[in-house]
């Protein structure tokens, strides 16, 4: 694409970004919620864009003062300048342009959301469990240093630690879209606390990582939900909390089932309850989403498909290896202490270069 087709496409959004600026202000636009949240979540996108346009247009201005400096000047100092300039503009305006066009490129439009964690031990028995709480304090870990918010909403203990089971919510700025890359399976090497012979074993859990939906997007009737109460409890049947406040909320047209136990409040575990059961029927149709974008990829690495093997932690080598992009790093202690952060970012970039390859910009 041509600098002068670029700037006419960033144009017309420019026009659209005041448009939209002007109405989140209209009263009649604010008293309609739903609109009014969708049209506040596309400024936002849209003001990204906007600011790295005027960045482009600052840059092809400054090349084209320089140039005429150097066509007309003859003071040598600044003649010194405008080459500096020139130079300066002719390598960052690669890329801005690369920068622009994955802009430009449409993003998942639940990476802005919260999510739903859930993660069950797989094979491997007891180890299986323990490794599922490693992976659970791993990404408390991550969350923690992100700043953002952890609750759990219900989980099923081991029998020697760790977790059968363990849902939680995550709740802060692109949760979902940095968190989405973990969905899959995840394969651990090591010798097992059970193992008295010294032996490694395979284990692995499985975490799955759900678009938190906000009320305007799934609308659920009263009428299409069983609610079931009961007492809280926890390793050997033992009771937590002796009150009725446990809910389990059955949506009759699908089938899920969904319950929260960790609150003492009954009110406040209906509502946890109640977000990830919208959270679940939400998940149902954004799944036939990633489906059809996953069938236009040759390789894609945040399908949210949970029986894809996509990582690897090897103990007695300190070895972990990412399967999607090949990519091992010797440092496992620190990642399963939450430092995380890195081989995301190479998901990141290596599923923004599939997205640029399938634009036509």
């Given at each position: 694409?041509?600098?002068?087709?670029?700037?006419?496409?960033?144009?017309?959004?420019v026009i659209h970004f005041e448009e939209i600026g002007t109405l989140i202000t209209d009263?009649?636009?604010?008293?309609?919620?739903?609109?009014f949240v969708k049209l506040n979540k596309e400024y936002r996108e849209l003001e990204k864009i906007v600011a790295a346009r005027n960045e482009y247009k600052q840059a092809l201005d400054g090349i084209e003062e320089a140039k005429s400096i150097l066509e007309t000047e003859s003071d040598s100092e600044m003649r010194e300048l405008a080459k500096e300039e020139l130079e300066s503009g002719a390598q960052r305006l690669p890329l801005l342009e690369e920068e622009i066009k994955l802009l430009l490129v449409p993003t998942d439009p639940q990476d802005g959301k919260n999510a739903i964690v859930e993660i069950r031990g797989g094979t491997g028995g007891d180890e299986a469990a323990i490794f599922a709480?490693?992976?659970?304090?791993?990404?408390?870990?991550?969350?923690?240093?992100?700043?953002?918010?952890?609750?759990?909403?219900?989980?099923?203990?081991?029998t020697i630690g760790g977790f059968k089971e363990i849902i939680f919510s995550v709740s802060g700025e692109n949760v979902y879209g940095t968190l989405k890359?973990?969905?899959g399976v995840h394969r651990v090497q090591r010798v097992p606390v059970t193992e008295t012979q010294g032996r490694i074993h395979t284990s692995a859990a499985t975490v799955a990582i759900l678009p938190e939906a906000d009320e305007f997007d799934?609308?659920?009737?009263?009428?299409?939900?069983?609610?079931?109460?009961?007492?809280?409890?926890?390793?050997?049947?033992?009771?937590?909390?002796?009150?009725?406040?446990?809910?389990?909320?059955?949506?009759?047209?699908?089938?899920?089932?969904?319950?929260s136990q960790d609150e003492r409040s009954q009110m406040k575990n209906k509502a946890k309850a109640m977000t990830e059961l919208r959270s679940r029927i939400y998940n149902m149709e954004y799944q036939k989403y990633l489906d059809e974008i996953a069938s236009k990829r040759k390789t894609m690495v945040s399908t949210g498909d949970?029986?894809?093997?996509i990582r690897t932690y090897n103990y007695p080598q300190g070895r972990l290896t990412d399967h999607r992009i090949n990519y091992t790093i010797y440092n496992l202690p620190a990642f399963v202490g939450g430092d995380i952060q890195g081989?995301?970012?190479r998901l990141i970039v290596a599923e923004n270069a599939e997205r640029l390859k399938e634009s036509e910009i």
């Open positions: 694409m041509s600098q002068d087709s670029l700037l006419e496409k960033l144009d017309v959004l009263p009649d636009v604010i008293s309609d919620m739903k609109r709480g490693d992976l659970y304090r791993m990404y408390a870990k991550f969350c923690e240093s992100k700043g953002w918010k952890v609750e759990v909403t219900s989980s099923s203990e081991g890359y973990e969905s799934v609308e659920i009737k009263d009428s299409d939900i069983r609610i079931d109460i009961f007492c809280s409890s926890g390793a050997g049947g033992q009771s937590v909390n002796t009150t009725y406040s446990a809910i389990r909320l059955v949506h009759i047209p699908t089938g899920i089932s969904v319950q949970r029986s894809a093997k081989v995301i970012d």
